[in-house]
């Protein structure tokens, strides 16, 4: 093929005067909330989100966002739509006492002083049986 | 060299390039080798400029930091390449990315096209991402282990772009109207210059004799065709041109205004003050 037959380029070079990349019109986007491990047995925990048309482009965008430096081992992608909300008041936060629902008002000190007190009591009784 | 003495840029914390001797080679596979080095280290620069081009610019946020972060992937090979090339060469990295005319890098023409629109950065990227992935399944297979070495490290971080240029190749083909229009003419524009990433290299017979390359790049590009050809029949996508690689695929860069452009850009800090480090 001769340089005159060749078709040319779309656009004269001009670097970054070029055209900006956009969504078409009839692009959707959805969020979707990722949540990482940074090491083998820690908890799975929220890092954050992001906006993708799709699971697959999330995922990868998942991995740009949250791990391009090595900093995940395992990744949680999930489209928000999916995850299931709870944040009545009525249901967390109750108005009336919970106190009593707490384990504050047991003194455990004296109790666990004594317990450990007769295990090493049993312990020195067959030490010398 | 004038101006102040060199430092060595900033260091890994692992070194990507394993310590060898270049006397294991013996001359004249050694200078084959370089120039098969020159050229994978050249093209990875090069596309890793390009398409760094789209940070702040890409169609959503999240493929802007996606797009540059595989930008930043390619400097990186690059980085490796120029590195075991400057052990051969006796020269430094540096010296070999930045201090350079136009006319001697060697990367394929494929890549002095400029990154123009979002489906022709696309298209760019699938043609010479396919062909790399095939140039790098050869070299794996390397008789020179440093290179079978890094090239293992480096087809692990491919994997990745390969998937995430395939989902935007396949997205734009499905897209009736304007983002098939504009895939359809960036790859009517670039397929006769995709074959130039397996362009003959000077003294290639060598590399092939020696097991430094398993496989001649005339080799190459039929298995690269094959594998892509699926992919485009698929899509309904129009075939690849039958050629042969062509002789001339890597030089008179010098020619190419795009080109010169990028290289005035990549090159302007190093030509401010010779030496220049961060």
Redesign the interface.
């Known amino acids: 093929m001769t340089e005159q037959q060749r078709p040319t380029d779309p656009q004269p070079a001009s670097g970054r005067h070029e055209e900006a990349g956009r969504l078409g019109g009839g692009a959707r986007t959805d969020v979707f909330e990722v949540f990482r491990q940074e090491k083998d047995g820690d908890p799975m925990r929220h890092a954050g989100n992001v906006v993708a048309p799709d699971v697959e482009l999330a995922t990868h965008y998942a991995r740009e966002m949250y791990s391009r430096r090595q900093e995940s081992v395992r990744l949680w992608v999930v489209p928000r739509s999916q995850v299931t909300d709870l944040s009545d008041p009525d249901l967390l936060q109750p108005p009336l006492d919970r106190s009593f629902k707490k384990p504050g008002g047991y003194v455990m000190r004296d109790k666990l002083e004594q317990a450990r007190q007769r295990a090493k009591d049993e312990k020195d009784g067959q030490g010398t049986s | 060299m004038t101006g102040p003495a060199r430092r060595p840029t900033r260091q890994l914390l692992a070194p990507d390039v394993p310590d060898f001797d270049r006397r294991q080679l013996p001359p004249n596979v050694r200078d084959a080798l370089a120039g098969l080095l020159l050229a994978m280290a050249d093209d990875e620069f090069v596309i890793g400029f390009w398409d760094s ?2 940070t702040g ?7 802007d ?2 797009f540059s ?1 595989l930008a930043q992937d390619e400097i990186g090979h690059a980085r490796a390449w120029y590195e075991m090339l400057a052990v051969l060469a006796g020269e430094t990295a540096d010296r070999l990315a930045f201090g350079r005319e136009p006319a001697q890098y060697r990367h394929a023409r494929l890549l002095d ?6 489906a ?1 950065s696309i298209a760019r990227r699938w043609l010479y991402d396919t062909a790399d992935s095939v140039r790098l399944g050869a070299l794996a297979r390397s008789a020179f282990e440093p290179l079978a070495e890094v090239v293992a490290k480096v087809r692990r971080e491919e994997r ?1 772009h390969l ?2 240029v395939d ?1 935007w190749l396949r997205r734009l083909a499905a ?1 009736a ?3 098939r229009q504009r895939l359809e ?2 790859l ?2 670039l397929a ?1 210059d995709a074959l130039t990433v397996f362009t003959p290299l000077p003294g290639e017979w060598l590399l092939v004799e020696s097991g430094v390359m398993s496989e001649t790049n005339e080799q190459l590009a039929e298995r690269w065709r094959a594998e892509v050809g699926g992919l485009l029949e698929e899509l309904g996508l129009p075939a690849l ?1 039958a050629d042969r690689p062509p002789a001339g695929g890597r030089n008179g860069h010098a020619d ?3 080109f010169s ?2 290289w005035g ?1 990549f090159t302007a800090v190093h030509r401010l003050e010779e030496g220049v480090t961060w």
């Not at chain 2, 610019?57 to 493929?63: G, S, V």
């Not at chain 2, 096209?113 to 979002?118: I, L």
């Open positions: 081009e789209w610019i890409a169609p959503l946020l999240e493929e930091v996606a972060s096209h400029p990154r123009t629109d979002w022709f990745y998937m995430h989902v897209h109207g304007e983002p003419r960036a009517e524009v006769p041109p190419s205004e795009s452009w990028l850009e």
